[in-house]
């Protein structure tokens, strides 16, 4: 089956991610629906771009679906459990940050900053856990931005939410 309609199927209906799809040659018309990415006061428009990335980033998604997204995944409600203690350890040495783990990218505790497990993409959006609280985070600047800043923010926000 196609990428996306292994999405479609494991991850959006499983979970019922009514809001979330792959942005493919299909959904060109759907492009000027999306809030739009900026680099620095100008829009950047990528629709050819977006719907070749495919797993490289061409899930579009909610606020909203993408928690719920998170939260799933990370209480192994998409694959074997086991997998989650793995998520955090890098995959190449590195002192980088966020680290590319195996398959989320991963910030290190680093004085009152909790670890963060996440993703951060190009377009500004990020998504993230605290591993020691469990707190999901979601953020977005719509500006073409440097992972490190999306992760800093995300640890920041973690740390600052209510119990």
């Known amino acids: 089956m196609s990428f996306e309609e292994l999405i479609r199927l494991r ?3 499983s979970l019922g991610l009514d809001a979330t799809y792959v942005f493919g040659p299909d959904h060109h018309e ?16 990528i629709p050819q771009a977006l719907a070749s990335s495919g797993a490289d980033g061409a899930i579009v998604s909610t606020p909203r679906d993408t928690l719920s997204f998170l939260r799933a ?7 074997d459990g086991s997998w989650i203690p793995r998520l955090s350890k890098p995959t190449t040495p590195s002192t980088a940050s966020p680290r590319m783990g195996l398959g989320a990218m991963v910030m290190p505790e680093q004085g009152r900053k909790p ?5 951060s993409g ?3 959006a990020a998504m993230g856990i605290d591993t020691s609280t469990q707190r999901s985070v979601f953020l977005t600047n719509f500006q073409w931005s440097p992972l490190a800043t999306s992760f ?12």
């Open 11 to 13: 991850v959006a209906n």
């Open 30 to 45: 759907r492009y000027f629906t999306l809030s739009p990415v900026y680099l620095g006061s100008r829009v950047v428009r």
């Open 73 to 79: 995944f990370w209480r192994g409600e998409l694959f």
């Open 115 to 119: 670890m963060i497990v996440g993703h």
């Open 122 to 124: 190009i377009t500004g």
């Open 152 to 163: 800093e923010r995300m640890a920041g926000l973690a740390r600052s939410l209510p119990d």
